[in-house]
């Protein structure tokens, strides 16, 4: 089945730029979307990326994605302290359908 | 705005028991799941369904059940709960076709002794 990787911790200076990467196995993943988790709270969705995009850029964040290389990456511009939370890359292979995750990448931001 | 409700956030069982989770979405969505969050393991996908009284196996079935009699409702039921049980359930539901997020409740942490 779909497998998704993640590195499990980023520590980031507040101000600095964060990039947390994903990769997937399964070529016909065509919705990849990024989560954000708080502490103690549910999944919010941060942004997502159809499989026939290479990039999107939406305030502070810019979505890369490289679909010959199944590599997915989350760059946040400017990190501040209320970025500190865990970040989940998850592929769909249909819209609305199941998400397959990462194992999510915990994001420390120094002030 | 969509709200998916899970019934309790803190939950203490015995082994053995047969546990129920209760998760209600309030906008008409079709599709709903059940996840379990652990550490470093992500989002692991346990059943989900696709319409009422519909429900499919996901990735780690075993030694759970749901039942979705009505649309707005998705109950997870542990049989016979066991210690390797013990996780972050997190219910979602989304709409068919549409590009955007599948919603999340706030989750139930279970513990079982």
């Known amino acids: 089945g779909e497998d998704v990787e993640q590195s499990l911790f980023l520590s980031v200076r507040e101000g600095d730029s964060s990039v947390i990467n994903c990769t997937y196995t399964d070529s016909s993943s065509t919705y990849l979307y990024w989560y954000k988790q708080e502490p103690g709270a549910g999944l919010q969705l941060l942004t997502y990326?159809?499989?026939?995009?290479d990039m999107k850029q939406d305030q502070r964040l810019t979505v890369l994605l490289n679909k010959k290389d199944k590599h997915l990456s989350l760059r946040i511009a400017d990190t501040q302290t209320g970025d500190s939370a865990i970040y989940f890359c998850a592929v769909s292979k249909a819209a609305g359908n199941k998400l397959t995750f990462g194992g999510g990448t915990r994001v420390l931001v120094k002030p | 705005d969509v709200k998916v409700t899970q019934s309790s956030r803190y939950l203490v069982k015995r082994t053995g028991e047969k546990v129920f989770l209760e998760c209600v979405q309030d906008?008409?969505?079709?599709?709903m799941f059940w996840y379990r969050q652990d550490p470093g393991l992500g989002l692991r996908l346990i059943y989900f369904?696709?319409?009422?009284?519909?429900?499919e196996k996901g990735d780690i079935p075993e030694g759970y059940s749901v039942s979705r009699e009505k649309k707005e409702r998705f109950s997870l039921i542990l049989e016979s709960a066991s210690t390797n049980q013990t996780s972050m359930y997190l219910c979602?539901?989304?709409?068919?076709?549409?590009?955007?997020?599948?919603?999340f409740g706030q989750g139930t942490r279970l513990t079982v002794v």
């Open positions: 979602a539901s989304s709409l068919t076709g549409r590009t955007t997020e599948a919603f």
């Open positions: 369904s696709y319409d009422v009284k519909m429900k």
């Open positions: 990326i159809f499989s026939n995009m």
């Open positions: 906008m008409d969505h079709e599709n």
